[in-house]
């Protein structure tokens, strides 16, 4: 089966059928990069990917303006339900990025790019990169290798699975992390322990 994670219709039946599916706590690689992002003195952050909002609130708790992108409109209107009306949030695929001509401190990318391919996941490293301000920083969160579904379900390709229907997934190493991070200023990979664990990436555009 073709991947479906990248069709606004996978995740409209996700939104509608399941509903605030996470629940309205922040995940913990939100908590501990709003740490991160307040000690830089962040200002304003993307999260593509922002889905009902979630993880955004803890970052406008502190100060932080968010604009989100996120493919479900049934996501974005329990976002704004839930959060208010005053968010900017696009409604498209992240990788049809950009979606605005801004430059922000901080980017947030969470439990999303180990759905791409390889192809995609470039340009969203790329893109989200052009969208920072020189010495802003990107933190994305990623599946590892040693979660409980790496080399189960249909192999797909090197480190990618479908685990289940139209999910396809890339579990990362730091080898290739390294391999796909490490020209966009790449600073720090730690781990996470989640619903899954984690790997949590951090990068730094590097001003001229």
């Known amino acids: 089966m073709p991947d479906q994670t990248d069709k606004p219709e996978f995740w409209e039946t996700n939104f509608i059928e399941k509903k605030e599916m996470w629940g309205f706590e922040p995940s913990k690689s939100a908590l501990a990069t709003k740490d991160f992002f307040v000690e830089k003195s962040v200002k304003n952050i993307l999260i593509p990917g922002i889905g009902y909002g979630r993880n955004a609130q803890v970052f406008r708790e502190n100060g932080i303006t968010v604009t989100g992108i996120e493919i479900s409109k049934t996501a974005i209107e329990m976002a704004r339900k839930h959060y208010g009306t005053d968010m ?121």
């Open 88 to 208: 900017t949030i696009y409604h498209g695929s992240v990788t049809d990025m950009p979606f605005d001509n801004n430059h922000y401190d901080g980017i947030f990318c969470y439990a999303l790019i180990h759905l791409l391919d390889s192809n995609e996941r470039e340009k969203l490293i790329q893109d989200c990169y052009n969208q920072l301000t020189d010495n802003g920083y990107m933190v994305f969160t990623a599946i590892t290798k040693e979660a409980h579904t790496y080399g189960k379900g249909k192999f797909i390709s090197q480190d990618r699975y479908e685990i289940f229907d139209g999910v396809n997934m890339f579990f990362y190493d730091r080898e290739s992390i390294q391999a796909e991070f490490g020209q966009a200023g790449l600073v720090e990979i730690t781990e996470v322990s989640e619903n899954f664990p984690f790997f949590l990436i951090t990068c730094r555009k590097n001003g001229n």
